[in-house]
């Protein structure tokens, strides 16, 4: 029989006042259970004309301040934002029945912290983000390996490859964070927090 917690919640929801320490629970387990990606997201924007738009993209960080992704700001979401910075991410972990939906507002990260990630990625990949013109139009694919072979003649160096002033991170900062868990005849468990005007996180239970 399942273990329950303080609010007759499958145990695995625990009795956290904090969403961030459930979080990095839940995301400690799916390292252990998802077979790819297990930080991959659907992440929702919409523009300032109230068009939404859904992709997924790769969390790198996450603690108390906000969830960061890292991205073109040239790129179709990058825009959205810089219209609109409300914004939601959704994780689902199907080898946990699990699902984990956040929104919030968004803004840019520092430029030291987008450098620090930027080099600690591969050199394909910091050639890469100077590359690719995210979400433009391609003439055709040649276009795209031949600006990356040109970029590779510029930084030759390895060690070396500035990162690009078009490329950086945003950091969700969450209003709201619920906690999902697949129940058999579709009775769901869903424990949602939210944030109140002091800061404080409130808990609340909500129908499947």
């Not at 998802?34 to 068009?51: F, K, R, Y």
């Not at 912290?113 to 930027?118: H, L, M, P, S, T």
């Not at 468990?189 to 409130?202: A, D, P, V």
Request: glycine residues 4%; charged residues 25%.
């Amino acid at each position: 029989m399942n273990q329950k917690n303080s609010l007759g919640l499958n145990n695995c929801f625990l009795d956290l006042d904090d969403p961030i320490q459930l979080f990095k629970v839940w995301m400690d387990e799916a390292k252990k259970s998802e077979p790819n990606d297990p930080n991959a997201l659907s992440l929702a924007t919409s523009s300032g004309n109230n068009l939404p738009s859904v992709r997924m993209v790769l969390l790198k960080e996450f603690n108390q301040n906000g969830f960061v992704f890292y991205t073109n700001l040239n790129s179709q979401k990058s825009n959205e934002l810089k219209e609109n910075p409300n914004a939601a991410m959704c994780f689902h972990w199907k080898s946990l029945l699990r699902q984990i939906r956040i929104s919030g507002t968004i803004t840019q990260i520092e430029d030291s912290v987008a450098d620090r990630y930027y080099n600690s990625r591969g050199y394909d990949s910091r050639i890469g983000a100077w590359a690719s013109k995210q979400s433009k139009k391609l003439k055709n694919r040649d276009e795209l390996i031949n600006s990356i072979e040109e970029f590779k003649e510029k930084f030759k160096d390895q060690k070396n490859v500035p990162r690009p002033s078009h490329w950086s991170g945003w950091n969700l900062l969450p209003s709201r964070i619920e906690f999902w868990l697949d129940g058999d005849s579709r009775i769901h468990e869903r424990l949602n927090y939210t944030i109140n005007k002091s800061g404080s996180w409130i808990k609340s239970l909500l129908s499947p």
